[in-house]
């Protein structure tokens, strides 16, 4: 019987690996100019926010079970555009490809890909419009 494989979180050497990307990944997002605004708006503590985070892809990444929240209810009031949702995605998928390897940067970016698609359309159907490509 052959082994199952590895999970992704896993693959990229656990929590200290994925935490740091996420230092990296956020310290650019707060300097950008479409989506610094917006979280300078909404988070007060970065170290906490980081963890919540952390916690929130380890759950993902098949890691430990840490997060517990309503993600995608947090965002309805943010009137978020699809300018924002590609902004974070292009330094979602830099960050991933400069920091872990070829496959696990691609599964990553893949999972943040199909997280923002259901939450475009999610925060459209909250709206009560359709999802904007």
Do not use: N, S
């Given at each position: 019987m052959k082994p199952a494989p590895a999970s992704l979180f896993t693959r990229i050497g656990g929590r200290p690996p994925l935490r740091e990307l996420l230092r990296y990944f956020y310290a650019d997002v707060r300097q950008h100019e479409v989506i610094g605004p917006i979280f300078a708006a909404q988070v007060s503590d970065w170290p906490a926010h980081l963890e919540k985070i952390a916690d929130f892809w380890s759950n993902l990444t098949g890691g430990p079970?840490?997060?517990?929240?309503?993600?995608?209810?947090?965002?309805?009031?943010?009137?978020?555009?699809?300018?924002?949702?590609?902004?974070?995605?292009?330094?979602?998928?830099?960050?991933?490809?400069?920091?872990?390897?070829?496959?696990?940067?691609?599964?990553?970016?893949?999972?943040?890909?199909?997280?923002?698609?259901?939450l475009r359309g999610m925060i459209a159907r909250e709206a009560g419009s359709p999802p904007r490509p």
């Open positions: 079970v840490r997060y517990t929240g309503a993600m995608p209810q947090k965002h309805f009031p943010l009137r978020l555009e699809p300018r924002h949702f590609e902004a974070w995605l292009d330094l979602w998928r830099r960050h991933c490809r400069a920091r872990l390897a070829a496959p696990e940067a691609a599964e990553l970016i893949a999972a943040a890909e199909g997280i923002g698609e259901r």
